[in-house]
Protein backbone atom coordinates (compact mmCIF):
# COMPACT_ATOMS: atom_id res chain seq x y z
CA UNK A 1 0.00 0.00 0.00
CA UNK A 2 1.40 3.47 -1.15
CA UNK A 3 1.41 5.70 1.75
CA UNK A 4 2.51 9.34 2.72
CA UNK A 5 2.56 10.37 6.51
CA UNK A 6 2.66 13.58 7.57
CA UNK A 7 2.57 15.06 11.09
CA UNK A 8 -0.90 16.67 11.51
CA UNK A 9 -0.13 19.23 13.67
CA UNK A 10 -1.80 21.97 14.24
CA UNK A 11 1.22 24.13 14.38
CA UNK A 12 0.14 27.49 16.00
CA UNK A 13 3.13 29.76 15.29
CA UNK A 14 3.27 33.78 15.15
CA UNK A 15 3.46 36.05 13.03
CA UNK A 16 7.38 35.75 11.70
CA UNK A 17 8.05 33.00 12.77
CA UNK A 18 9.92 29.69 10.52
CA UNK A 19 7.66 26.82 10.49
CA UNK A 20 8.62 23.35 9.21
CA UNK A 21 6.72 20.57 7.82
CA UNK A 22 8.21 16.80 6.83
CA UNK A 23 6.41 14.15 4.90
CA UNK A 24 7.34 10.55 4.33
CA UNK A 25 6.58 8.33 1.16
CA UNK A 26 6.53 4.77 1.63
CA UNK A 27 6.83 4.00 -2.60
CA UNK A 28 10.14 3.98 -3.71
CA UNK A 29 9.53 4.57 -6.93
CA UNK A 30 7.29 7.87 -7.12
CA UNK A 31 9.20 10.19 -9.31
CA UNK A 32 6.93 13.51 -8.67
CA UNK A 33 6.88 15.35 -6.13
CA UNK A 34 4.53 18.44 -4.83
CA UNK A 35 3.40 20.36 -1.83
CA UNK A 36 -0.25 21.58 -1.79
CA UNK A 37 -1.86 23.93 0.20
CA UNK A 38 -5.68 23.57 1.15
CA UNK A 39 -8.01 26.12 2.80
CA UNK A 40 -10.60 24.97 4.90
CA UNK A 41 -13.56 23.28 2.66
CA UNK A 42 -11.53 24.64 -0.40
CA UNK A 43 -10.08 22.57 -3.27
CA UNK A 44 -6.23 21.39 -2.96
CA UNK A 45 -4.01 24.26 -5.31
CA UNK A 46 -0.43 23.51 -5.88
CA UNK A 47 2.29 25.68 -3.58
CA UNK A 48 5.42 24.32 -5.48
CA UNK A 49 6.82 20.93 -6.99
CA UNK A 50 9.66 19.35 -5.25
CA UNK A 51 13.24 18.60 -6.59
CA UNK A 52 15.88 16.54 -5.89
CA UNK A 53 18.18 19.38 -5.66
CA UNK A 54 15.67 21.33 -3.71
CA UNK A 55 13.90 24.52 -4.70
CA UNK A 56 13.05 27.94 -3.44
CA UNK A 57 10.02 30.40 -4.07
CA UNK A 58 10.15 33.03 -1.97
CA UNK A 59 9.27 32.30 1.55
CA UNK A 60 9.23 28.84 0.82
CA UNK A 61 11.46 25.87 0.39
CA UNK A 62 11.51 22.69 -0.46
CA UNK A 63 14.16 19.60 -0.28
CA UNK A 64 13.48 16.08 -1.66
CA UNK A 65 15.74 12.79 0.29
CA UNK A 66 15.17 10.42 -2.20
CA UNK A 67 16.88 7.80 -0.15
CA UNK A 68 15.29 8.48 2.85
CA UNK A 69 12.03 8.60 1.02
CA UNK A 70 11.53 12.41 3.31
CA UNK A 71 10.25 15.57 2.06
CA UNK A 72 9.95 19.01 3.87
CA UNK A 73 8.68 22.27 3.24
CA UNK A 74 10.45 25.90 5.39
CA UNK A 75 8.45 28.70 5.54
CA UNK A 76 9.38 31.59 6.71
CA UNK A 77 9.10 35.41 7.86
CA UNK A 78 5.35 33.59 7.88
CA UNK A 79 2.18 35.65 6.91
CA UNK A 80 -1.16 35.57 9.14
CA UNK A 81 -2.21 34.33 4.60
CA UNK A 82 -0.27 31.16 5.51
CA UNK A 83 -2.87 29.78 7.46
CA UNK A 84 -3.90 26.56 5.54
CA UNK A 85 -3.37 22.89 5.61
CA UNK A 86 -0.45 21.64 3.82
CA UNK A 87 -0.68 18.68 1.57
CA UNK A 88 2.35 16.40 0.93
CA UNK A 89 1.52 14.61 -2.74
CA UNK A 90 3.69 12.32 -4.09
CA UNK A 91 2.90 10.18 -7.66
CA UNK A 92 1.36 6.47 -6.94
CA UNK A 93 3.95 5.59 -9.22
CA UNK A 94 3.06 2.00 -10.50
CA UNK A 95 4.39 1.65 -14.05
CA UNK A 96 4.12 3.45 -17.19
CA UNK A 97 1.01 5.08 -17.73
CA UNK A 98 0.28 5.83 -14.08
CA UNK A 99 -1.06 8.85 -13.24
CA UNK A 100 -2.53 9.29 -10.06
CA UNK A 101 -1.53 11.17 -6.86
CA UNK A 102 -1.43 10.06 -3.29
CA UNK A 103 -1.92 12.83 -0.96
CA UNK A 104 -1.29 12.93 2.72
CA UNK A 105 -3.88 14.19 5.81
CA UNK A 106 -2.04 17.12 5.69
CA UNK A 107 -0.64 19.20 8.28
CA UNK A 108 -2.64 22.35 9.72
CA UNK A 109 -1.14 25.66 9.91
CA UNK A 110 -2.11 28.61 12.27
CA UNK A 111 -0.26 31.78 11.89
CA UNK A 112 -1.23 34.26 15.06
CA UNK A 113 -0.68 37.68 14.67
CA UNK B 1 -6.49 31.84 -15.62
CA UNK B 2 -8.08 29.19 -16.52
CA UNK B 3 -9.25 26.79 -14.22
CA UNK B 4 -11.46 23.12 -14.01
CA UNK B 5 -15.56 24.50 -13.42
CA UNK B 6 -17.27 21.78 -11.05
CA UNK B 7 -21.41 21.26 -11.19
CA UNK B 8 -23.45 21.31 -9.08
CA UNK B 9 -21.05 23.06 -6.19
CA UNK B 10 -23.37 20.76 -3.52
CA UNK B 11 -26.13 17.78 -4.00
CA UNK B 12 -27.84 16.46 -1.53
CA UNK B 13 -29.35 12.96 -2.87
CA UNK B 14 -31.70 10.01 -0.87
CA UNK B 15 -29.10 6.89 -0.24
CA UNK B 16 -30.46 4.81 -3.36
CA UNK B 17 -30.27 7.38 -5.95
CA UNK B 18 -28.16 8.10 -8.50
CA UNK B 19 -26.33 11.56 -9.06
CA UNK B 20 -24.24 13.11 -11.66
CA UNK B 21 -21.07 15.51 -11.00
CA UNK B 22 -20.03 17.39 -13.85
CA UNK B 23 -16.63 19.21 -14.72
CA UNK B 24 -15.53 20.98 -17.16
CA UNK B 25 -11.19 20.66 -18.06
CA UNK B 26 -9.11 23.31 -18.50
CA UNK B 27 -9.32 23.21 -22.72
CA UNK B 28 -5.98 22.27 -23.46
CA UNK B 29 -5.62 19.15 -20.89
CA UNK B 30 -5.59 16.35 -21.93
CA UNK B 31 -5.60 13.96 -18.37
CA UNK B 32 -8.81 14.44 -16.42
CA UNK B 33 -9.26 13.03 -12.82
CA UNK B 34 -11.36 12.15 -10.01
CA UNK B 35 -11.09 12.68 -6.16
CA UNK B 36 -13.03 12.48 -3.29
CA UNK B 37 -12.21 13.71 0.27
CA UNK B 38 -14.54 12.67 3.22
CA UNK B 39 -14.73 15.63 5.96
CA UNK B 40 -12.17 15.45 8.04
CA UNK B 41 -10.13 12.85 5.90
CA UNK B 42 -7.20 12.95 3.16
CA UNK B 43 -7.93 13.41 -0.45
CA UNK B 44 -7.85 9.96 -2.60
CA UNK B 45 -7.64 9.02 -5.93
CA UNK B 46 -10.84 7.57 -7.68
CA UNK B 47 -10.07 7.27 -11.65
CA UNK B 48 -7.82 9.06 -14.17
CA UNK B 49 -8.91 9.63 -17.59
CA UNK B 50 -7.18 9.89 -20.97
CA UNK B 51 -7.97 9.59 -24.25
CA UNK B 52 -11.15 8.90 -23.61
CA UNK B 53 -10.99 6.14 -21.75
CA UNK B 54 -9.92 4.93 -18.05
CA UNK B 55 -6.06 4.87 -17.29
CA UNK B 56 -6.03 3.77 -13.90
CA UNK B 57 -8.78 3.63 -11.32
CA UNK B 58 -8.46 3.14 -7.44
CA UNK B 59 -10.28 0.05 -5.39
CA UNK B 60 -12.64 2.71 -4.35
CA UNK B 61 -13.75 3.27 -8.17
CA UNK B 62 -16.30 0.03 -8.58
CA UNK B 63 -18.93 -0.97 -10.00
CA UNK B 64 -21.03 2.00 -8.53
CA UNK B 65 -19.00 4.58 -10.18
CA UNK B 66 -18.57 5.46 -13.99
CA UNK B 67 -16.89 8.19 -15.90
CA UNK B 68 -17.75 9.90 -18.83
CA UNK B 69 -16.68 12.48 -21.45
CA UNK B 70 -20.00 13.17 -23.02
CA UNK B 71 -18.58 15.73 -25.89
CA UNK B 72 -15.94 17.85 -25.95
CA UNK B 73 -15.68 20.01 -22.93
CA UNK B 74 -17.51 17.95 -19.71
CA UNK B 75 -16.26 15.63 -17.96
CA UNK B 76 -18.56 13.40 -15.24
CA UNK B 77 -19.12 11.19 -12.68
CA UNK B 78 -22.00 9.00 -12.25
CA UNK B 79 -22.59 7.50 -9.10
CA UNK B 80 -25.36 4.56 -8.87
CA UNK B 81 -27.59 3.96 -6.04
CA UNK B 82 -25.61 6.53 -3.32
CA UNK B 83 -24.68 5.20 -0.22
CA UNK B 84 -24.31 7.13 3.01
CA UNK B 85 -21.04 6.57 2.96
CA UNK B 86 -20.35 8.36 -0.44
CA UNK B 87 -20.54 11.76 1.51
CA UNK B 88 -17.71 13.36 0.48
CA UNK B 89 -16.32 16.42 -1.49
CA UNK B 90 -15.39 15.28 -4.53
CA UNK B 91 -13.01 17.43 -6.95
CA UNK B 92 -12.08 16.98 -10.61
CA UNK B 93 -8.85 17.43 -11.51
CA UNK B 94 -7.12 17.84 -15.05
CA UNK B 95 -3.34 18.21 -16.37
CA UNK B 96 -1.65 19.27 -19.50
CA UNK B 97 0.17 15.87 -19.06
CA UNK B 98 0.67 13.19 -16.75
CA UNK B 99 1.39 13.32 -13.09
CA UNK B 100 4.58 15.31 -13.35
CA UNK B 101 3.01 18.23 -13.74
CA UNK B 102 0.35 20.39 -11.86
CA UNK B 103 -3.34 19.06 -11.55
CA UNK B 104 -5.44 21.54 -11.38
CA UNK B 105 -8.42 21.03 -9.09
CA UNK B 106 -12.38 22.46 -9.47
CA UNK B 107 -13.72 24.10 -6.35
CA UNK B 108 -15.83 20.66 -5.73
CA UNK B 109 -19.15 19.41 -5.18
CA UNK B 110 -20.06 18.49 -1.41
CA UNK B 111 -22.04 15.42 -2.00
CA UNK B 112 -24.28 14.54 1.39
CA UNK B 113 -26.00 11.35 0.98
CA UNK B 114 -28.95 11.28 3.64
Known amino acids: RKEVEQDPGPFNVPEGATVAFNCTYSNSASQSFFWYRQDCRKEPKLLMSVYSSGNEDGRFTAQLNRASQYISLLIRDSKLSDSATYLC??????????????FGKGTKLSVIP | EPEVTQTPSHQVTQMGQEVILRCVPI?????FYWYRQILGQKVEFLVSFYNNEISEKSEIFDDQFSVERPDGSNFTLKIRSTKLEDSAMYFC????????????FGQGTRLTVV
Open chain 1, 89 to 102: VVDAYSGAGSYQLT
Open chain 2, 27 to 31: SNHLY
Open chain 2, 93 to 104: ASSETGSDTEAF
